[in-house]
């Protein structure tokens, strides 16, 4: 990994791995983050290169541990990132809100990685700049890996400069997608801080919070001001004036594409800035307008912001964006397109109706690929074994996130329920206690660790008895194979000392019937496990270890 | 240009995207490249937007808009036929990766789908024979790209193609991997 960025080379860059390259060239010296699809990349290249560039990286357990960890050394003087994908801001709301209360004493720059039309999240199709914008967070989005290394390093100016938290929002297209960059200057970073004590700063105590409120909403307009003198948020010129687009993230570039599809030219306003918007440049660009459309993914939030100027400055200027372009699903330029022609009322044609209509009437149907378990997955022996011993109407499968998702799909079909990490524990624990169904938790040990710790602990606590199956293959397996507490040290290259046994935290806690079984070589004894289990009234927890087969190959099987 | 490249999980495509990025590089050519393949070393579908020119504005092919379709995968090669249109090229490997609810999938599946929109199809024994030339499939997706390159399918040089290989494989493996770039070249079948 020596020299992975060349000096003023040009280098073919995910987004992901150019906010990785904005950041170090900004002096980024702590990085600690939970992967997460589609931000994952980020956290997989400071850990193949934190010794090279001299970076303290590290996989946290959750979201938020990970924003505490960034959050406290940026308290002492250091340079931090952290970054998650969409659900994980949830997992790190309690921090955030917070933090963005404080005054960091170096850059901290967060990074939220939306996924519109959920290619790789289960769970929901979230909108996190719901939550940036009731935090107050000062926000920049790219639209593409070369503005992604842009921000990041202009992230950590703002930051420094109002002494406050920056967000960066990808989605999907942006942080998966490869542009060229240009390498620019990385200096050895400062990894060392200390941290100067002040309340005011540091301390959001009761009688302190609302004036660190006070201050943080009063720094909004200082903070537009300071981004009009950037080249963020620019205009670009179209003919036809009398109508626009206001448009944010990677939806700038398929509007272009759409433009020309239709071949007509108009002006533009890109946002760059989603907090605090350009109230200035809007009303600017409103004004003398008869229609503009606003173009985003998901939730209108601009388009609402922008009705609100026209109407506190008495524009008569036509919004369009929701009405227009549902807030379900990632854009496209067809969509757009589409969009753009009802707009200025105009016949568009898409030229691939011709494929799709021919393939509609020739009745072609191809059968989707559903994902399966690798050749030699661990998870295989788990299922086959539960699908042999039970009934499947008669217990309820409780699923998590994780690879043994897949359980879902045939040949076993083995989940009733799915939500988000950690709540197999949560779910079961209800169902048992309102029900004499048997209910077994099927969840992982990364996910055990992230955010069910306290839902075994309250199934300790009450007495409850579901089934815990604990997935066990040592790493997080499917987001690319990233360490975790309880991965073995010999494939844990970070500097994580432990590996803790997870037999062992649930003796600690007064789990009863705490069962390590090899599942592949000990499948009969997790049969028996199993049937011994559905034929008493009581808890069971069964660990079933075994390593996932890609166990020392970080990102490597994306490849 | 426009090239799409479909297949699936653990089949190179991120590789081969690497190589175009690093052959556009290197002529000049502004690219921008948009892949998804979020659950794709295990068997799911994997597709590769890959467009290059003097200028690109969105990062993602528009239906009906590929010039070029690379498929490791006869099925997935299929599945990507609402990009193409009359001009589009099909470059498809002969090989079908079977799945729990599939079981076979053949050239005249593919021909069916593909052919009443365009015929410009090359089905190639890309896996068979890198089996059988350099005792292994995983040279496929280099040998297609071999393949598109002596076919004139891509307009970039031999030697961009060779720094992309150069800059994209592990270093150990970079002899073979242009091994199987030339392989296409040497064989009259084609």
Redesign the interface.
């Known amino acids: 990994m020596k020299d992975f960025f060349q000096k003023n080379s ?3 860059l995910l987004g992901n791995e150019a906010i990785v390259l904005g950041a170090l060239e900004a002096g980024v010296g702590f990085v600690a983050t939970y992967p997460g ?2 931000a994952s990349e980020i956290g997989n290249l400071f850990y193949k290169i934190k010794n090279t560039y001299g970076v303290y990286m590290e996989y946290s357990t959750n979201e938020i541990v990970a924003l505490e960890a960034a959050a406290g050394a940026a308290y002492a003087g250091v340079k931090s990132l952290t970054a998650m994908k969409s659900f994980g801001i949830n997992v790190a709301m309690d921090a955030l809100i917070p933090i963005a209360y404080t005054k960091p004493r170096a850059g901290l720059v967060i990074v939220i990685a939306d996924d519109p039309g959920c ?2 999240s289960a769970q929901s199709e979230q909108d996190s700049r719901v939550f940036i914008e009731n935090l107050n967070l000062i926000t920049l989005e790219p639209s ?1 890996p070369i503005e992604a290394k842009e921000f990041t390093k202009l992230a950590f100016q703002i930051s420094e400069k109002f002494q406050k938290p920056v967000v960066i929002r990808t989605t ?2 942006s942080a ?5 960059v240009k390498v620019g200057e990385i200096k050895t970073p400062t990894i060392k801080g200390k941290f100067i004590k002040d309340l005011k700063r540091f301390n959001t105590a009761p009688s302190i919070v609302l004036s660190q409120k006070r201050e943080l909403l009063s720094l909004k307009k200082a903070v537009e001001n300071y981004f009009k003198k950037t080249k963020l948020n620019p205009v670009i010129d179209g003919q036809l004036k009398s109508l626009g687009i206001i448009v944010s993230g ?1 939806n700038y ?2 509007c ?2 759409a433009l ?2 239709l071949n007509v030219s108009l002006p533009i306003l890109k946002i760059d800035t989603f907090y605090p918007l350009p109230s200035e440049k809007i009303y600017q660009f409103l004004k003398n307008k008869r229609k503009i459309l606003v173009v985003e993914e998901i939730i209108g939030l601009i388009e609402e912001k922008v009705r609100a100027e026209a109407q506190r400055k008495k524009l008569k200027t036509e919004i369009y964006g929701k009405n227009l372009l549902e807030p379900i699903d990632e854009l ?3 969509r757009i397109t589409e969009a753009l022609a009802r707009l200025l009322g105009k016949k568009y044609k ?7 209509k ?2 509609k009437q ?1 009745q ?1 149907n ?9 050749p030699g997955c661990p998870y295989w022996s788990i299922f086959t074994a539960l699908k042999d011993i039970l009934d499947k109407e008669e217990v309820v499968f409780v699923g998590d996130i994780g ?1 043994y998702m ?1 359980g879902f ?3 076993f079909e083995l989940q009733d329920i799915l939500l988000c990490m950690g709540s197999s524990v949560g779910i079961s624990h209800g169902i048992s206690q309102v029900t004499d169904q048997k209910v077994i938790a099927m969840l992982g040990d990364s996910t055990l660790f992230h955010a069910a710790l306290p839902g075994i602990l309250n199934i300790v606590n009450n007495n409850s008895r579901p089934l815990i199956i604990i997935f066990e293959n040592g790493i997080t397996a ?1 987001t690319g194979h990233q360490p975790h507490p309880a991965t073995p040290l010999q494939f844990k290259t970070h500097d994580g000392k432990a590996e803790i046994k997870i037999e062992n935290l649930l003796n600690a806690i007064g789990m009863k019937n705490v069962f390590v079984v090899d599942p592949v070589s000990q499948n009969q004894i997790l049969k028996d496990k199993i049937k011994e289990w559905f034929s008493q009234r009581g808890a069971m927890t069964i660990i079933c270890r075994h390593p996932c087969v ?1 166990i020392d190959k970080l990102d490597k ?3 | 240009m426009n090239i799409l490249i479909t297949g699936v999980g653990g089949q190179g495509l991120i590789i081969l995207k690497k190589i175009l990025s690093y052959a556009a590089i290197k002529e000049g050519f502004f690219f921008r490249a948009s892949e998804l393949h979020g659950l794709s070393q295990r068997g799911g579908s994997v597709s590769v937007h890959f467009r290059f020119g003097a200028k690109i504005d969105s990062p993602l092919i528009s239906y009906g808009e590929a010039d070029l379709i690379i498929g490791l995968d006869l099925l997935e090669a299929a599945r990507a036929v609402n990009f193409s249109s009359s001009r589009t090229i099909f470059l498809v490997n002969n090989e079908f990766v079977p799945f729990f609810q599939l079981s076979s999938f053949t050239k005249d599946d593919f021909l069916k789908v593909v052919q009443p929109i365009t015929k410009n199809n090359f089905i190639v024994d890309a896996s068979k024979i890198c089996e059988e030339k350099l005792k292994s499939r995983v040279f496929e997706t280099i040998f297609l790209l071999g393949f598109a390159f002596s076919k004139k399918l891509i307009p970039f040089k031999e030697n961009s193609l060779i720094f992309g290989i150069e800059k994209s494989v592990p270093p150990k493996f970079i002899k073979e991997n242009i091994q199987a770039f030339n392989l296409p070249a040497t064989i009259e079948k084609y």
């Open positions: 040009v280098m073919p699809t589609p290619h790789s593409d999907t297209r998966h997608q490869t542009a060229p990677v570039l398929y272009l594409e020309k599809k496209n330029s067809e898409n030229p691939a109706s011709d494929a799709f021919i393939t020739n072609i191809l059968v989707k690929r559903t994902p399966r378990f690798c690879c897949m799909y045939p040949p499917m890609y099987a994306a490849d």
